[in-house]
Structures are given as C-alpha cells and as structure tokens.
C-alpha cells in the first residue's frame, strides 16, 4: 500500500495535490483549521489566465487547464470556455497586443479592432483587443468545495477545523492529535511563516492584499469572457515582457500615478448570478494594518465604470483577498525529505496549481529506493 499523504491547507493549491495523489494510489487526508475554504482561493475572479503567463507558470498552466477541463463534469461544477479578452485604449496598449501575438500564433491570440469586440459594455476609448481563447472561467465559490466534495468521495480523508501546530520528518502534529505521514505537503498560502518562519524569511515572503468588488452589471448584460485592461498589462509576463510594456507604464505613470501606487490590475468577470467580480490592487507587507482607505476602493470603482463605458457602478459586496507574494512565482521547499512547503507566490494559484503539484510529488517520489527526490526552494 502507498504511504499516506498528509497536506496542510484545504485550499486550491492543497486540493490540487490531493487530486495528484489520488491519481497515484495513495491514500491522502487533508487538514484545514477552518470547516471550509474561506482564504484566497475563494477570493479571486475564478480566472484560469492560461496565455498570458511565461515561463515555468505557462508551463504549469497548460497543463492545468487539462485538469481544469477534465474535472468540472466529474466533481459537477460550472466552467466556461469564454476565454479573455484584453482590451486596449492607447496606441501602446495596442503596440504590446500586437507584439504579444507574434510571440504567441493564432490559436492563442487574436488581435481585433473595435468592431470585432463582442462586449456589451465597452469604454468609447476602446481602440482594439486581444483575444485569448484558451483562457478557462469557473465560479470559485462553487468549484473548490465541489472538487472538495468530490475528492472526499473518492477517499481523501477530510480534517476540518484542525489546525496545524508544526511539521516534522514523517510527522504532522495538530490541534487533533499526530498525523503520520508517509510525505508531507504544507499548502497553506500566505501563512507558512505561521509554520516555518525561517524558511518564509529565506524565500522573502509577504501577504499581498488586494481589494475587491462585487458589482450589479448595468443593464443586466452578460459578459462571457474574462476582460482585462492596459493595467494587466503590466501584470501577466507573458504581455508585460513586452518591448512595448515599457511605454505602457511610462505613460500611466506619468498621467495617473495612482495606479501604480495602489498597483491596479483592472478586470473583471462575471459570476453566474451575473454580478461582476472587479479588482483589484495590491499591497505587499508580512503584517497588514487593518485599516482600509476609501479612495483605493473609489479608484478602482471608477477606472472600472471607465472601462465599462458606464457613469458609475453599484457595489454589492466588497472583500480583502490576501495570498503569498515572494521574488519566485512559486515557492517549493524541503524542510525535510518527505516534505515539501508549497506556495503559488504570484496571484495565480487557480491557474497553475493542477499543473504544479505533478511535479512536487514526483520530487517527493515516496523516498523508495532508487528514486531520487527533488527539492530545494523556487526556481
């Protein structure tokens, strides 16, 4: 019989090394302080952003949305094939789709002109816009407990409301009682300084806080795809490495500042009841004040009304998203050899974490003889 897989953290990068070791035979059991998933990865615009990541993220994000595709008919929940639609209001923003395309082909990116735009809101400044069709859009208030639930059915075995006091070789000790574990996996996001403060200090991790909405959607229009902006931009790699990014961000900051300061990144998608969820911003610390400032939320508000072409936006929920934020994207380590500490530090855990966790269990391997494990921190 495999070795029992423990995991810390019932959250999207946690599940999704669940789903891996199901897939592998091994008997896994799944511990979370909270009864349900509540942190980020219910916080977050459901967007599996595939195309405009780079590097190792493009990578894993490939091969997540194949898990994506193939587990939304099995655990029942909703995803979209709606694919993102970057939009651009200035020649440079025009300049990175355009430069962004060539790198990329056809079957990935799709420049268009305004009138190719399929939008039912649109800003009157809207000059053109990208289309990237392989993009994936799930509700993740609905996905993660029914890929929870549906895991659960498949064996994993659930600890809720346990929470973990420290991780040792072989070992997992909790609020619960000790949990023997064959290999370990420590997904707990932002919180691993909670944990193994030395190993979070060593990757330079912070909480970034973002600052997002809920909005009633003017005129009750549906908007398929995900819609991001000039400002994302200068988020995703896979556009903000770009030779033309560079006038993109020359120019807002010299004619709004504030974005950058409050590090915007307009978008937005639509939920099934068709609010739309709009974001966001990002502040990086390890401690947060708790203190939040209004104008941040009327920026974001505003430059999204802009976007939309309408005079402003009704506001039916607002919440504090937090995820683990580090100089890597990801954050792979072993304090031990049957354990790793695993940490999407970007933002994009939806979107790479099914195509990452393979790989850190093939590093893991169950220490049998013969296999070598992988390890070590970042990439």
Known sequence: MEPTLVIVGAGIVGLAHAL???RRGMRVVVLDRDERAVGASVRNFGHVCVTAQDGRALGYARDARRTWLDLAP???FR???????????????LAVLAEFAASRGDDQVTVLDRRGIDLPLLADDVLGAARLPLDLRVDPREAVPAVASWLAAQGVEFHWRTAVTGVEAGLVRTTRGAFEAGATVVAVGHDVDRLLPDLADAAGLKRCRLRMFEVATPGGHVIAPAVLSGTSMLRYPGLSGTAAAVDVRARIARDQPELLDAVVNLMLTQRPDGNLVVGDTHHYAVTHDPF????????????????????????????TGVYASAPDEFLIAAPHPTTRVVSVTSGIGMTTAFGLAPTVLDGLNDRRPGHRAGGGAGR
């Open 292 to 319: 939040l400032d209004e104008d941040i939320d009327e920026l974001v508000l505003r430059e999204a009304a802009r976007l939309l072409g309408v005079p402003a936006l009704t506001v039916r929920r607002r919440w």
């Open 79 to 93: 995803l979209w094939e709606a694919g993102t639609v970057v939009l651009a209001r200035a020649e440079d923003e």
């Open 74 to 76: 099995q655990a029942g």
């Open 20 to 22: 891996e070791g199901v």
